[in-house]
């Protein structure tokens, strides 16, 4: 599935704040999603970051001016006005803020904001004290009546020094949240249960049994559900990423808490996506202190796990399953056994290597369906395969 935002024309605001030189970084994510991006910058704006740094990633001139022209003589702000798929202004100042709110149109960004019927996304960025008062509360209410949308800030040590709410979200956050806004709502009202990462079994307090998972793919699909309107449920184990947006987070450590947890949602779940690499097998027991370096030679005894996804599959009813499996060799033949014995409706399989799988941010995987047949997808991003499988899984639960 290609990103929801290629080919899309968004315009980035940039007005007057320290935090201008993260839309830097904004621009750079934009441009990688293949959106075609267009930047209008305020005055105080040039006095932070210089114009020619977003002309260069973009490709494209800036806009910094009310009057300026194109070759055609039209008046370049109203031309992108009526051009934009979304608008993003970040950051957002408590002065522009303001002139939004009330329209107030004085210069190229707030007169081009009045133009556009596309969604807007607004950042707010400034002082604790300045965020807090009740004059931008009341500005930031109105802009949300008003249809627009606000990413409220972080907390956080500030430049002037101050520690509280006013910082500009992380690049990485905004773009998460156009993509949710921009994103088509076909899982809306659709409980979601998606569990990720590693588990870890103890062998003595400091020392314990795992494997390299990073999680990324499993809080991929968490984000991409979530975008689409899931109700997202993911259990996870050990990891050291963010939680995604508007999605409940449970975090275990060992196989006993994954199926714990599991099986606590499994009932209240209407598709359930196993990404996570849960441990096969678990040390007999677990020594109350540190092994001492004593011997040459060190036994441990290892006794199964329990199949988590087996007994889901037992009792999955009318829900949707999805495994995964992560091989090293004979792909196929592994992949559909386990589909069948788990009573599966998908399973991603993938063979592990430096590109796919285990802790990389892109994914080669075959898909194996219920019903015999099977597709290869080239190398892609773990973001696009998650998509990619929801489409997929949306197709099965059309034929249920």
Known sequence: ??????????????????????????????????????????????????????????????????????????????????????????????????????GIADDALSTFILAVTCPVIICPSMNTNMYETKSVRRNLDRLKSDGHFVIEPESGELACGITGPGRLPEPEDI???LLSYLSPKDMKGKRILVTAGPTRESIDPVRFISNPSSGKMGFAVARAAEQ?????????????????HNVMVVRVGTAREMAFAVFEQVENSEIIIKTAAVSDYSPKEQAGQK???EKDELVLVLEKTRDILKEVGMRKEDRILVGFAAETENLEQYAGKKLVEKNLDIIVGNLVDRSSGFGTDTNKVTMFYKDGTKEVFPEMQKDDVAHTLLDRILSVDGAL
Request: proline letters at 4%; charged letters at 25%.
């Open 291 to 293: 092994i001492k370096k």
């Open 1 to 102: 599935m290609k990103s929801v935002v290629k080919n899309k024309n968004i315009v980035l605001g940039v007005s007057g704040g320290i935090a201008a030189y993260k839309s830097v970084e904004l621009l750079r994510l934009l441009i990688k999603e293949e959106a075609n991006v267009r930047v209008i910058m305020t005055n105080n704006a040039l006095e932070f970051v210089g114009r020619l740094t977003f002309e260069a990633l973009s490709r494209q001139p800036v806009c910094t001016g009310l009057f300026e022209k194109v070759d055609d003589a039209s008046i370049r702000h109203i031309d992108w006005a009526n051009e934009a798929d979304a608008v993003i202004i970040a950051p957002a100042t408590a002065n522009i803020i303001g002139k939004i709110a009330w």
């Open 228 to 244: 689409r309107g899931g109700n997202v449920i993911l259990i996870t184990g050990p990891t050291e990423l963010p939680d995604p």
């Open 175 to 177: 773009l998460d949240r």
